[in-house]
């Protein structure tokens, strides 16, 4: 019989330890605190906490929206301190190495955090509880209890959260989802293809062996099981259970958020994953190659598949429906109607729409309103890909119950 999550299996389940642990052990703040509204023309003070490659990279973003300033930046890495300082356009940010000064200081409103999956939740959590709205990197938690525990933050606090799913802020998803999802045009739903192949880092540098100076590594585990440094867990972190959740958390997360805003239902009822480690044998405890199907109660399924194999390549996402079929992916979507001679229907963009995901969340800071990729929803999607990790280590069908977990995140 399958297994049945309720409540859901914690991380080391999986593998190893928690970091939801590190989050509950966190001193309680009032909601509140140092909360202030911020007029349309007032200046949006950020700290960054993570500032690697892709901390950078949206970092970059939220300085290009008026009246936002870094004014803050916290790594356990000098290395991305100082990589990080070299592209803030104004003013002489806070250099730092523990992330709690961000949030102990009155002078910051709101914080990126784009650190490896197992700080999410104790990052989130605590910058909420100290007043400060967040843009937090997908996915949105390590665990399903950690991302419980991070929407029962956010609903209990009037701080703005978006989370870095950014086909939410897309023009051409927000297009599409109106023209064949909200007219009814696409018909029922009965099968979503997705998949995205050739992503995770693959080979490791030699001259990345040696433990890195000004690296605190201690740090870096934080909540995880202690460790000797280990380049590898550091540098291609996705591809280790106690830091990441592999290709299915790094990018079905995205695809499957699609899937659920499309067709307006977002927890499954079971997931079946299948895969292994066939081609880069480096100790990884995530596979390199993967195929998922979940189901949903609504009477349709969502498939996944990602490989590394040499030579695979390509992303995107294919809903079936019975009166067309539509692929969608970061710079485009085809919507073919069904019947012999239909034309089909295209539109392209040519920007990252990263962009608009910055913009939003900026907008949404100075409104007080939502921001487009919400926790409720993120974390949704992010469960869809813990279950179906869940069930590649179980190897087997695992159940779900949708009820129990709304249940669980009301409470």
């Not at 349309?40 to 700290?47: M, T």
């Not at 992503?199 to 740090?219: D, H, M």
């Amino acid at each position: 019989m399958p297994d049945r999550l309720v409540p859901p299996i914690s991380r080391r389940a999986f593998l190893a330890g928690s970091a939801a642990a590190a989050a509950a052990a966190l001193p309680l703040r009032p909601a509140s605190l140092w909360a202030r509204v911020l007029g349309a023309n007032e200046r949006v003070r950020i700290g960054v906490l993570g500032p690697g490659g892709r901390g950078r990279y949206v970092m970059g973003l939220l300085q290009r929206e008026p009246n936002v300033q870094i004014v803050a930046l916290a790594d356990v890495f000098e290395n991305s301190l100082r990589e990080a300082r070299k592209l803030v356009t104004a003013g002489e940010p806070a250099m730092l190495g523990d992330y709690r000064r961000v949030l102990d200081d009155r002078n910051v409103d709101a914080v990126l955090i784009a650190t490896p999956d197992h700080w999410h939740a104790p990052m989130a959590v605590a910058a909420i509880q100290a007043g400060k709205d967040v843009y937090l990197e997908k996915p949105l938690a390590h665990t399903i209890e950690e991302g419980r525990a991070i929407v029962r933050a956010a609903n209990a606090s009037n701080r703005v959260v978006q989370v870095g799913l950014q086909q939410r802020s897309g023009p051409h998803y927000i297009e599409a989802k109106r023209k064949y999802f909200d007219s009814g045009r696409i018909g029922k739903v009965g099968h979503v293809r997705t998949w995205w192949h050739g992503q995770n880092p693959r080979a490791l540098n030699p001259a990345l062996e040696r433990r890195p100076e000004g690296l605190n590594w201690e740090g870096f585990v934080g909540p995880a099981p202690t460790r000797p440094f280990n380049p590898r867990q550091f540098y291609q972190w996705r591809n280790y259970a106690d830091f990441g959740e592999g290709q299915v958390g790094d990018l079905f997360t995205h695809w499957v958020d699609v899937v659920h805003w499309f067709v307006g239902e977002d927890l499954p009822n079971a997931a079946s994953t299948i895969g292994g480690t066939f081609h880069f044998r480096d100790g990884r405890d995530w596979p390199d190659t993967v195929s998922l199907l979940l189901e949903y109660p609504g009477g349709w399924t969502c498939s996944f598949d990602a490989s590394l194999a040499p030579g695979a390549s390509g992303f995107g996402v294919e809903f079936f429906g019975t009166n067309g079929r539509l692929f969608i992916d970061r710079n485009r979507y085809t919507f073919t109607p069904s019947g012999s001679g239909a034309a089909p229907e295209t539109s392209q963009i040519e920007r990252d729409i990263t962009i608009d995901h910055a913009r939003n969340f900026i907008e949404a800071v100075r409104s007080r309103g939502k921001a487009n990729s919400e926790v409720t929803t993120a974390h949704h999607s992010t469960l869809a890909a813990h279950l179906a990790n869940l069930a590649y280590l179980r190897k087997q069908r695992v159940a779900f119950d949708p009820a129990a977990e709304r249940a669980a995140t009301a409470r």
